[in-house]
Nanobody, 127 residues
Framework: QVQLVESGGGLVQAGGSLKLSCAASGRTFSSYTMGWFRQNPGKEREIVAAISWRGRFTMHADSVKGRFTISRDNAKNTVYLQMNSLKPEDTAVYYC????????????????????WGQGTQVTVSS
């Protein structure tokens, strides 16, 4: 497994921006797809975005497409989530996660496909 530490969450007004970071240590970061998920109390954890191990391929959930951008810097073992035009419905705890298997991208992006998780960072968007 890989150890993950998120940062960058906070309180922001609707229309504002935040950039989340996730620093990784442990297994070879550059060989694994990374994902950002979010979760609210009583709701299932949902995929927000994912990026392939070299950053060539990305996916963004329909709810954030055009507003959020996932990226990674393998030299820094860090994955990012740039969030623009934030809406109150983006309020959640955001988690970064590493895929279970080397050099795999695609599929359902189910939380079960990821086996390493950060502690989460709270994002609150006020109206």
């Amino acid at each position: 497994q890989v150890q993950l530490v998120e940062s960058g969450g906070g309180l922001v007004q609707a229309g504002g921006s935040l950039k989340l970071s996730c620093a990784a240590s442990g297994r070879t970061f550059s060989s694994y797809t990374m994902g950002w998920f979010r979760q609210n109390p009583g709701k299932e954890r949902e995929i927000v975005a994912a990026i392939s191990w070299r950053g060539r391929f990305t996916m963004h959930a329909d709810s954030v497409k055009g507003r959020f951008t996932i990226s990674r810097d393998n030299a820094k073992n860090t994955v990012y989530l740039q969030m623009n035009s934030l809406k109150p419905e983006d309020t959640a705890v955001y988690y970064c996660a590493a895929h279970k298997f080397r050099e795999v991208f695609g599929g359902s992006y189910s939380p079960g496909d990821f086996d390493s998780w950060g502690q989460g960072t709270q994002v609150t968007v006020s109206s």
